[in-house]
């Protein structure tokens, strides 16, 4: 069973990974009085202490990588400060305890918790609920030198989800193979992206998307501070997966952030046909008569209580958006939405974004940053109950009418030996493989700095029959070797131990200088042309256009 993280500082567990050597504060642990075993698997050494230009922060050493959980990167943003800038947070006197995740940001009631297999295989923790979230956590093997930085940006699209939500999110085992891990919490939702301009005027002109201003800020805090962790300020790494995705794909959009960041990694996600400001303006003015609000009053919205916040906006929008489009109605928008909707997301308002990126191209302003991009084979967020051969013939014929049979044939034939349960999630995996492409293409044909495009396709085999498959966040545990930590999905079989070695040699080898190949397995830029794909497996490897076939048959 998996040590969730709730837990994890109470407990030792041993690294299979790369072996460093001890860092000063490691030794330190190891010398003090009272330890009559060696080094602590976890300590709270006197040494584990950085500097940040707002004060000291105290951390602790878990087999031997110092840990610094719930640093104030800003201040509350409740309260007057709603929707407004990020502001630096008041300097402190003495050593800050950062030792625990801080508060994560207000977020809708999950409603995944009554599935038991789903909660089974991801191990969610959702932490405590706080306006007051502006934190970041760092683990780094020491306090020296100029390491390249990993930053993750969570997923939850951009209305949930936090740095603390899954145990693969921990990055102690990136730290041992030599990079500075960072992680962090940001606004979402109606706190992160609720344009209130025409209701409190113009110091909330950027309102619609304070969500991602906070991500700016946090990289401006790396960019000031990462040195005092033994970061290297000039080699960071931008990296999300799902809606964290998605925000790589915004920063690499917006002015602000040019020049904070020098690679980026998308996973199973990313693009966006974003509402203008108008659009975004008319749904916060329904939100305010949904509310029983005057017009402008922003201080009395300022007042209401979140969940309250939330319920007028999901009423909001069923009156200011049309319906949904039919899946594959067509436009660039995962989930098949065919034209903008006003909701909690970013807003295309000419300052934050001064382009329409990833319709039909690619950031200029981004041109020179290395991209990695891809996503996992099914993308299913739950775990199918068990499914007949005949059942899931069934199935295809109603999602391919006409065709079902043919397709049903094509898919079995590209993924062969493969349950029906997983076989019928796949056509998932595949259409978001195509938006995954059609981003790399749109990279690729810009010219400038390369791509490289991967597809997760390695299969779970020891839990739940076979039936979960490479599901949405699964590739995350081997991109951060936390199989172990994350066993209740992967198993932590030798075979995925192995596969999560080279993936998180990837990620380090990226982020120190922009190219993912290893001694062993070379990685070759993607082209719209060849469709270079790394395919992550028990044997990984790079093919020109693989399982093309099988995508053409779901989307022809």
Same mark, same amino acid.
């Given at each position: 069973m998996a040590v969730n993280r709730r837990a994890a500082l109470g407990l030792a567990a041993a690294s299979a990974t790369v072996a460093v050597?001890?860092?000063?504060?490691?030794? +330190?642990?190891?010398?003090?009085?009272?330890? #009559?075993a060696g080094a602590a698997a976890i300590s709270t050494p006197t040494t584990a202490v950085a500097t940040t230009k707002y004060g000291k922060v105290r951390g602790y050493v878990r087999n031997a990588i110092n840990t610094f959980k719930g640093i104030p990167y800003g201040a509350d943003t409740g309260g007057a400060n709603r929707w407004l800038p990020a502001k630096a947070p008041e300097p402190w006197q003495g050593e800050l305890s950062c030792l625990t995740y801080g508060p994560v940001c207000p977020h809708p009631v999950r409603g995944d918790w009554g599935r038991s297999e789903a909660q089974f295989v991801y191990d969610w923790d959702d932490g405590f609920e706080r306006e007051d979230m502006l934190r970041v956590n760092v683990w780094s093997s020491a306090l020296t030198g100029k390491k390249p930085v990993v930053v993750w940006i969570h997923g939850g699209g951009m209305t949930s989800g936090s740095c603390q939500e899954l145990p693969s999110y921990d990055g102690e085992n990136m730290a041992k193979k030599g990079v500075v891990f960072v992680s962090l919490n940001h606004r979402l939702n109606a706190l992160g992206f609720m344009d209130v301009s025409q209701i409190g005027g113009a110091a909330y002109k950027e309102s619609g998307n304070v969500g991602l201003t906070d991500l700016v800020f946090a990289l401006q805090w790396v960019r000031d501070n990462i040195a005092a962790f033994g970061g290297d300020p000039a080699r960071v790494t931008i990296m999300g997966q799902s809606g964290g995705g998605s925000k790589v794909t915004c920063l690499m959009a917006m002015p602000s952030a040019k020049g904070l960041f020098h690679r980026a990694v998308v996973e199973s996600g990313g693009g966006g046909n974003y509402p203008d400001s108008a659009q975004q303006q008319r749904y916060a003015a329904a939100i305010m008569t949904e509310l029983g609000l005057a017009a402008n009053d922003i201080a009395g919205l300022q007042k209401v209580p979140h969940q309250r916040l939330l319920a007028a906006g999901q009423a909001a929008s069923a009156k200011v958006n049309p319906p949904m489009a039919a899946p594959g109605a067509g436009g660039p928008v995962l989930g098949g939405a065919a034209a903008p909707r006003a909701g909690f997301g970013p807003t295309f308002d000419g300052s934050v974004f001064t382009e329409r990126a990833w319709g039909t191209s690619a950031p200029a302003i981004s041109s020179d940053v290395p991209l990695m991009i891809g996503s996992v084979r099914e993308e299913t967020f739950t775990v199918l109950p068990p499914l007949t051969e005949a059942q899931v013939a069934n199935d295809f014929n109603t999602m391919f009418p006409g065709k079902g049979a043919q397709v049903h044939a094509t898919m079995k034939a590209a993924f062969p030996n493969t349950p029906p349960t997983v076989l019928k999630q796949t056509v998932s995996g595949l259409r978001t493989r195509g938006?995954?492409?059609?981003?790399?293409?749109?990279?690729?044909?810009?010219?400038?700095?390369?791509?490289?495009?991967?597809?997760?396709?390695?299969?779970?085999?020891?839990?739940?029959?076979?039936?979960?498959? +490479?599901? #949405?966040?699964?590739?995350? *545990?081997?991109?951060?070797?936390?199989?172990?930590?994350?066993?209740?999905? $992967?198993?932590?079989?030798?075979?995925?131990?192995?596969?999560?070695?080279?993936?998180?040699?990837?990620?380090?080898?990226?982020? +120190?200088?922009?190219?993912?190949?290893?001694?062993?397995?070379?990685?070759?830029?993607? $082209? +719209?042309? $060849?469709?270079?794909?790394?395919?992550?497996?028990?044997?990984?490897?790079?093919?020109?256009?693989?399982?093309?076939?099988?995508?053409? *048959?779901?989307?022809?």
């Amino acid at each position: 069973m998996a040590v969730n993280r709730r837990a994890a500082l109470g407990l030792a567990a041993a690294s299979a990974t790369v072996a460093v050597t001890q860092s000063g504060a490691a030794q +330190a642990a190891a010398a003090s009085p009272g330890n #009559h075993a060696g080094a602590a698997a976890i300590s709270t050494p006197t040494t584990a202490v950085a500097t940040t230009k707002y004060g000291k922060v105290r951390g602790y050493v878990r087999n031997a990588i110092n840990t610094f959980k719930g640093i104030p990167y800003g201040a509350d943003t409740g309260g007057a400060n709603r929707w407004l800038p990020a502001k630096a947070p008041e300097p402190w006197q003495g050593e800050l305890s950062c030792l625990t995740y801080g508060p994560v940001c207000p977020h809708p009631v999950r409603g995944d918790w009554g599935r038991s297999e789903a909660q089974f295989v991801y191990d969610w923790d959702d932490g405590f609920e706080r306006e007051d979230m502006l934190r970041v956590n760092v683990w780094s093997s020491a306090l020296t030198g100029k390491k390249p930085v990993v930053v993750w940006i969570h997923g939850g699209g951009m209305t949930s989800g936090s740095c603390q939500e899954l145990p693969s999110y921990d990055g102690e085992n990136m730290a041992k193979k030599g990079v500075v891990f960072v992680s962090l919490n940001h606004r979402l939702n109606a706190l992160g992206f609720m344009d209130v301009s025409q209701i409190g005027g113009a110091a909330y002109k950027e309102s619609g998307n304070v969500g991602l201003t906070d991500l700016v800020f946090a990289l401006q805090w790396v960019r000031d501070n990462i040195a005092a962790f033994g970061g290297d300020p000039a080699r960071v790494t931008i990296m999300g997966q799902s809606g964290g995705g998605s925000k790589v794909t915004c920063l690499m959009a917006m002015p602000s952030a040019k020049g904070l960041f020098h690679r980026a990694v998308v996973e199973s996600g990313g693009g966006g046909n974003y509402p203008d400001s108008a659009q975004q303006q008319r749904y916060a003015a329904a939100i305010m008569t949904e509310l029983g609000l005057a017009a402008n009053d922003i201080a009395g919205l300022q007042k209401v209580p979140h969940q309250r916040l939330l319920a007028a906006g999901q009423a909001a929008s069923a009156k200011v958006n049309p319906p949904m489009a039919a899946p594959g109605a067509g436009g660039p928008v995962l989930g098949g939405a065919a034209a903008p909707r006003a909701g909690f997301g970013p807003t295309f308002d000419g300052s934050v974004f001064t382009e329409r990126a990833w319709g039909t191209s690619a950031p200029a302003i981004s041109s020179d940053v290395p991209l990695m991009i891809g996503s996992v084979r099914e993308e299913t967020f739950t775990v199918l109950p068990p499914l007949t051969e005949a059942q899931v013939a069934n199935d295809f014929n109603t999602m391919f009418p006409g065709k079902g049979a043919q397709v049903h044939a094509t898919m079995k034939a590209a993924f062969p030996n493969t349950p029906p349960t997983v076989l019928k999630q796949t056509v998932s995996g595949l259409r978001t493989r195509g938006n995954m492409l059609r981003l790399a293409d749109l990279k690729a044909n810009a010219g400038g700095a390369p791509v490289y495009q991967f597809w997760f396709v390695w299969q779970p085999v020891t839990v739940l029959e076979r039936r979960s498959g +490479a599901f #949405h966040c699964l590739d995350i *545990a081997f991109f951060f070797d936390n199989t172990a930590r994350c066993e209740q999905a $992967t198993g932590n079989t030798p075979a995925a131990k192995a596969l999560a070695a080279k993936m998180s040699t990837a990620i380090v080898n990226f982020a +120190a200088t922009g190219n993912p190949s290893q001694p062993g397995l070379a990685w070759t830029p993607y $082209t +719209a042309a $060849t469709k270079a794909t790394m395919l992550w497996d028990n044997t990984a490897r790079v093919e020109n256009g693989p399982y093309e076939a099988a995508r053409a *048959a779901i989307t022809a």
